[in-house]
């Protein structure tokens, strides 16, 4: 019922900076409750900016002051504006939608930050 697909990811050099979007559709009307995730070979999945369904916004204490959601909510497409990579910041992001009763996921978009 909800679709998300993710662009943005590729290769950049420590220091520098990609966008991440999330367009979704089907059965969705906000962004709010959308968040990116990511996973590093060999570590679990962790989040790492979340929007709550009021419209609050959360950060990993490991992103933050670096990384910045933003949405278009008319589009449903949410954007993730990452900067001063790092290398420990590889790894496949994910885009997320979790209402109540309901869990989402994209394909995923490889981000890989190299030294």
């Known amino acids: 019922q909800v679709q998300l697909v993710e662009s943005g990811g590729g290769l950049v050099q420590a220091g520098g900076s990609l966008r991440l979007s999330c367009a979704a559709s089907?059965?969705?009307?906000?962004?709010?409750?959308m968040g990116w995730y990511r996973q590093a070979p060999g570590k679990e999945r962790e989040p790492v900016a979340t929007?709550?369904?009021?419209?609050?916004?959360y950060y990993a204490e490991s992103v933050k002051g670096r990384f910045t959601l933003s949405g278009e909510n008319a589009k449903k497409v949410l954007h993730l504006q990452m900067s001063s990579l790092k290398p420990e910041d590889t790894a496949v992001y994910y885009c997320?939608?979790?209402?109540?009763?309901?869990?989402?996921w994209g394909q995923g978009t490889q981000v890989t930050v190299s030294s």
């Open positions: 929007i709550t369904p009021r419209g609050s916004t």
């Open positions: 089907g059965n969705i009307f906000s962004i709010n409750a």
């Open positions: 997320n939608f979790h209402p109540a009763g309901a869990n989402y």
